[in-house]
């Protein structure tokens, strides 16, 4: 019986010492060696009739001395993270982490404001749910008038005008100067060149749709005060008439001569005389 009972036993020590061999990149070599203490000891009491101890003993040591070397082997992964040892570089990563090549954790990207653009990248963290962002996550300002576009009614303002809350132009305010748009001479006909640029002044009064503008022509200081008075008046009707005709709305539009009054430069030279003939188109109500 006792026989048949040390062959039981060395066959389940046996399998489990097999499965530790097979399997040692999951268990430890000194649990490999506490089963090999096992078989060994039990194949030498299922050997050795007389109950000797140092016969047992010995086999014992034995025994584990080879599961060690069985389970020492195959490359091993104490930390379960799939990384065999020799290659973890952070050997003690807790279960359950995910992990990169190295067997070390991979970074959390966070995007705490759920903006599009990660923490470590966004300028603007704490932004508002559904606001368009750029690719620093601040919040878009395409014209720069200190109104994000999420907010701007007039997504067009040009540089340096003054703007309400929603981003129109603040009553009062030039919304553009338009120099070079001139005219036959000593006529309100626009040349081709002028037609050009207040193309411009349609595409800006496109994108501030909310906006009424008067449009102000000015001349210099050649010719009588009351010619150029009357001049100016016809030019910035021309004007109208042409922004009209290119889809501006009449209701927004009106129109005023300043003649020579409102110089912005020197009348005594060509240059100056070139500023002062000019064509504002000023935010009314």
Same mark, same amino acid.
């Given at each position: 019986?006792?026989?048949? &009972?040390?062959?039981?036993?060395?066959?389940?020590?046996?399998?489990?010492?097999?499965?530790?061999?097979?399997?040692?990149? *999951?268990?430890?070599?000194?649990?490999?060696?506490?089963?090999?203490?096992?078989?060994?000891?039990?194949? $030498?009491?299922?050997?050795?009739?007389?109950?000797?101890?140092?016969?047992?003993?010995?086999?014992?040591?034995?025994?584990?001395?080879?599961?060690?070397?069985?389970?020492?082997?195959?490359?091993?992964?104490?930390?379960?993270?799939?990384?065999?040892?020799?290659?973890?570089?952070?050997?003690?990563?807790?279960?359950?982490?995910?992990?990169?090549?190295?067997?070390? $954790?991979?970074?959390?990207?966070?995007?705490?404001?759920?903006?599009?653009?990660?923490?470590?990248?966004?300028?603007?963290?704490?932004? $508002?749910?559904?606001?368009?962002?750029?690719?620093?996550?601040?919040?878009?300002?395409?014209?720069?008038?200190?109104?994000?576009?999420? *907010?701007?009614?007039?997504?067009?303002?040009?540089?340096?005008?003054?703007?309400?809350? &929603?981003?129109?132009?603040?009553?009062?305010?030039?919304?553009?100067?338009?120099?070079?748009?001139?005219?036959?001479?000593?006529?309100?006909?626009?040349?081709?060149?002028?037609?050009?640029?207040?193309?411009?002044?349609? $595409?800006?009064? *496109?994108? &501030?749709?909310?906006?009424?503008?008067?449009?102000?022509?000015?001349?210099?200081?050649?010719?009588?005060?009351?010619?150029?008075?009357?001049?100016?008046?016809?030019?910035?009707?021309?004007?109208?008439?042409?922004?009209?005709?290119?889809?501006?709305?009449?209701?927004?539009?009106?129109?005023?001569?300043?003649?020579?009054?409102?110089?912005?430069?020197?009348?005594?030279?060509?240059?100056?005389?070139?500023? &002062?003939?000019?064509?504002?188109?000023?935010?009314?109500?």
């Amino acid at each position: 019986m006792k026989r048949f &009972n040390s062959a039981v036993f060395l066959l389940i020590a046996g399998l489990m010492l097999s499965g530790c061999a097979s399997t040692g990149t *999951n268990m430890h070599p000194a649990v490999c060696a506490l089963l090999g203490t096992a078989v060994g000891g039990g194949a $030498a009491a299922a050997i050795d009739d007389g109950d000797h101890d140092p016969v047992i003993a010995g086999g014992a040591m034995m025994g584990a001395a080879v599961g060690y070397l069985l389970c020492s082997r195959g490359p091993h992964d104490s930390d379960g993270d799939g990384v065999t040892d020799d290659l973890d570089q952070c050997p003690n990563t807790p279960a359950g982490t995910e992990v990169d090549a190295t067997g070390c $954790a991979v970074p959390v990207v966070l995007d705490s404001d759920g903006d599009g653009v990660n923490d470590d990248q966004d300028k603007c963290p704490g932004t $508002a749910a559904g606001t368009t962002v750029g690719t620093d996550g601040c919040p878009l300002d395409s014209d720069g008038d200190g109104v994000i576009d999420d *907010n701007d009614q007039c997504p067009g303002t040009p540089a340096g005008v003054e703007v309400e809350a &929603n981003g129109c132009p603040k009553v009062g305010e030039t919304l553009m100067t338009l120099e070079g748009v001139n005219f036959a001479f000593d006529s309100d006909e626009l040349t081709a060149a002028s037609k050009a640029k207040l193309d411009e002044a349609v $595409a800006t009064l *496109n994108a &501030n749709s909310l906006v009424n503008v008067k449009v102000v022509g000015h001349t210099d200081s050649r010719g009588s005060e009351s010619y150029n008075q009357s001049l100016s008046e016809r030019r910035a009707a021309a004007v109208v008439d042409y922004l009209t005709s290119n889809g501006v709305s009449g209701s927004r539009l009106s129109s005023a001569g300043m003649g020579e009054s409102q110089p912005v430069a020197d009348n005594s030279t060509k240059e100056g005389r070139y500023q &002062n003939r000019r064509v504002e188109l000023v935010v009314v109500e």
